[in-house]
């Protein structure tokens, strides 16, 4: 089956389940799934821009999606906490509304100027996961490098182990197609070799890497700007974005302290919460979350889907995290994940 109509078979299906969930959520039932509250993942936050070929279209959301989401979750009743107090509020949650804490990783500049007038409207607190390689300008963005590059050809080629292949790029389907084959490489091979493969096919192709991530993500003065206002915190999220688990444990360990480091460097207090690149259970694993207490972190959070519960709540390093996905902007979404029904309609139970 093509790609694109795999992509738009999976969208169909989620969109179906989260009406579902709504449904459920709106009459009132399965009140006993939801646990003690929801940490949301963003990264963009930003308008639509007119683009034909959008890969990363899932890591972005509009501010009016954002507004309207947080007016939601205010009406349902959730209590909006920051990401440091969470150990705590899952210790003492008996008689206490469900809560909602928000998180962006990466560190994009948009955070700056599109959600943080949104959260400080609602007046609510939110957590900003930084990349010193990325807001040193010293790493690329190897998915945002390839969007941008698969949107402007209609051919190329790459040897991804085996010899050169031509992969045809005529269609929107062969994009994704090959966006796909992309990131299986860099999940796949020793990743600093795998993006320095596509950021030399990038400058091959007249496309500078480290452009694209001075146009998207925060410096360190932006950072401190952000830094400075009292709804906003900066966590660790490595140096290089690397999956953590494919590394070496002293690896993993001077990613994790360097950028704490780095964020205690640009704030003058060293962060609580680290946020575990990508993420998912090949990226992040029971490793991760002891190397993150010995190195002092008091919160430490995955992208596996889940709310938090009595017991991941009083294990806070691998805490799961749901995501405000780009392609599901309904209010009523993120209202129906915050329930946990999505999660336990899928035989998921809160846990990371």
């Known amino acids: 089956m093509e790609q694109g109509i795999k992509v738009r078979l999976k969208r169909t299906m989620i969109s179906s389940g989260l009406e579902a969930a709504a449904i459920l959520k709106g009459a009132g039932l399965m009140r006993d799934v939801a646990g003690l509250g929801t940490i949301f993942t963003l ?63 990466d560190g994009n500049r948009d955070n700056l100027d599109h959600a943080l007038p949104i959260f400080a409207r609602h007046q609510v607190p939110f957590t900003v996961f930084v990349a010193q390689g990325l807001s040193e300008r010293t790493h690329s963005i190897w998915w945002e490098t390839l969007a941008e590059l698969l949107g ?26 090959a966006f796909a084959r992309f990131a299986a490489f860099v999940h796949s091979h020793e990743e600093s ?35 400075h206002h009292p709804l906003a915190a900066l966590g660790a999220h490595t140096v290089s974005h690397r999956a953590l688990a494919r590394l070496t444990e002293a690896e993993a360990a001077a990613e994790m302290a360097l950028s704490a480091d780095y964020v205690a460097d640009i704030t003058g207090q060293r962060p609580t919460a680290v946020a575990y690149p990508y ?11 002891r190397l993150a207490a010995e190195l ?41 994940l915050a329930s946990g029904i999505p999660m336990r309609l899928m035989g998921r139970r809160g846990t990371a």
């Open 43 to 105: 990264h963009h936050v930003r308008p639509a821009l007119p683009r034909r070929f959008a890969p990363n279209a899932h890591l972005e959301v509009s501010p009016d999606f954002l507004d309207r989401a947080i007016a939601r979750l205010k009406q349902d009743g959730y209590e909006f906490i920051a990401l440091d107090a969470l150990p705590s509020r899952a210790a003492s949650a008996a008689g206490k509304p469900p809560f909602v804490a928000f998180t962006l990783d």
């Open 152 to 177: 402007r050809l209609d051919r190329l080629t790459f040897d991804f182990g085996s010899g050169e292949e031509f992969l045809p790029l005529g269609k929107d389907g062969q994009k994704h197609a």
């Open 193 to 227: 070799e795998a993006v320095g493969r596509i950021d030399e096919l990038a400058r091959h192709h007249g496309l500078e890497p480290l452009d694209i991530v001075h146009a998207s993500i925060m410096d360190r003065n932006e950072l401190l700007q952000l830094s």
């Open 279 to 289: 993420g998912t259970t090949e990226a992040v694993s029971p490793r991760e979350g």
């Open 296 to 336: 002092g972190f008091s919160v430490g959070v995955t992208t596996r889907p889940g709310t938090i519960t009595a017991a991941n709540g009083n294990a806070p390093l691998l805490l799961p995290r749901l995501s405000l996905n780009g392609h599901y902007q309904k209010p009523r979404y993120a209202s129906a």
